[in-house]
């Protein structure tokens, strides 16, 4: 795990501000899209992948 994603989840955790404004799948994955590492151990498949995932759930559909 590199040290910015560790360090984002640590702060996701200990946090006393909710990681998601709006409930539900489409603010989380707001949320989850708007903190994804710029360098992950991903593929570019699978980020473009997870990302077109992400966006779909954020537009509620």
Known sequence: MSTTLRESVVSAVTNQEPAVRDPGPAGAA???RATLPEE???SVA????L???LDRLAAGG
Do not use: I, N
């Open 30 to 32: 707001r949320a989850l």
């Open 46 to 49: 699978e980020q473009h992948l």
């Open 40 to 42: 992950t151990p991903l």
């Open 51 to 53: 990302e077109d995932w």
